[in-house]
């Protein structure tokens, strides 16, 4: 090999056709056949670790943007989070007011509500009445007198919880031939409130004030799993107090149900139709008894009551009801009850 080869002696003088232009900026060794990459006129060369330098190398999401997305994603968890409790804490409020029994509108009903209240609070709890086919009871003042009649709205006939086991096993054995059709499940004390007010509304005075009313006592049915929750909370309330401190409710849970206000001096109807045969009744006594029931018709007629009154229409159909179907027949009754709806502001 020569000794004048570029590939022997390197470090030799570059022939003139080697020689890079002194405009270009660039000062690398002149060997022949090496690549060297120059730089435009007027383009500036990008700092290390930058964007233009090496974009494989550098990540989808730099820190600083990563860290602020994170922060918003815990802003609005946080915010999430913040509008669950509020309606939770709105949920709470409505049914703690709800189990209040305020009723500004009526402030005798309420007096009698707080007296129930506070006779309960005294252990004079409500008495269970054996007649019918739900669970009624009875409810006291703290002078032990009956102020109301309350039915919880789980111990009705469609109750789960109606103690009541006659109808149970009707149920169970007859199903086909338990309750009727035409009423909604769970509704009973709802149709009693109903009633009331349509009764108010129209101003007939026949139905006693009934409405929807939370109580709580050791006398109503309540499941296994309710009394040993309750046990359970007094005894953690007894033995760890800062425990039981916070559960909501100690006591077995506030039922639902109508609370309507006992009327005084009244009797079964039977008693009176026994007596009224053997002492008729005087013509403007008998046609004032008559004007009340004509009423009752058209009450239940609005409101359309299907439960059986048992004596009192088995023994008043022969008299006074033929008397009013005569007065008020289908058309007539339809009239009327349009008339008197229309003038309450119930249509």
């Known amino acids: 090999m020569d000794e004048t080869s570029p590939l022997v002696s390197p470090e030799r003088a570059q022939p003139p ?7 270009s900026g660039a000062h690398f060794p002149q060997v022949p056949g090496g690549a060297v990459r120059v730089v435009a006129a007027g383009c500036v060369q990008s700092p290390p670790c930058s964007p233009g330098h090496d974009r494989e190398r550098q990540p989808l999401l730099d820190r600083a943007r990563g860290a602020a997305a994170q922060g918003q994603n815990h802003t609005v968890a946080a915010q999430a989070q913040a509008l669950a409790a509020q309606a939770a804490a709105a ?10 029994n305020d009723f500004p509108e009526d402030p005798e009903f309420e007096v009698v509500v707080r007296q129930a209240e506070v006779a309960i609070e005294c252990c004079i709890y409500p008495e269970r009445i054996y007649q019918g086919s739900s669970g009624s009871y009875f409810v006291k003042d703290s002078q032990g007198k009956i102020v109301a009649v309350f039915k919880p709205k789980n111990e009705e006939p469609y109750g789960h919880l109606n103690p009541k086991w006659t109808k149970w096993l009707q149920k169970l054995c007859c199903p086909c031939c338990f309750g009727r059709d035409c009423l909604v499940l769970n509704q ?32 109503f049915n309540y499941s296994a799993i309710d009394r040993v929750k309750s046990r359970g909370k007094r005894l953690a309330l007894e033995k760890v107090p800062k425990v039981g401190q916070r559960f909501n409710r100690i006591g077995l849970p506030p039922k639902v149900g109508s609370f309507q206000l006992f009327v005084e001096g009244y009797k079964d109807a039977d008693y009176w139709l026994r007596r009224f045969e053997a002492e008729p009744l005087p013509e403007n006594t008998n046609q004032q008894l008559l004007l009340q029931f004509e009423r009752l018709v058209v009450l239940d007629y609005i409101i359309r009551n299907t ?9 008043l159909v022969p008299t006074a009801l033929e008397q009013a179907l005569d ?6 009754l339809e009239d009327v009850s349009r008339g008197l709806l229309a003038a309450s502001g119930l249509s």
């Open 91 to 100: 949920a709470h409020a409505v049914q703690t007011h709800r189990e209040r």
């Open 307 to 315: 439960d059986d009154l048992g004596p009192l229409f088995s023994q």
């Open 17 to 23: 056709e080697y020689t890079f232009p002194s405009g």
């Open 327 to 332: 007065l008020y027949q289908l058309s007539i």
């Open 188 to 219: 009973g004390y709802l149709s009693e409130a109903g009633a009331s007010l349509v009764d108010q509304k129209l101003e007939l005075n026949i139905v006693p004030r009934t409405k929807v009313v939370y109580l709580a006592s050791e006398t």
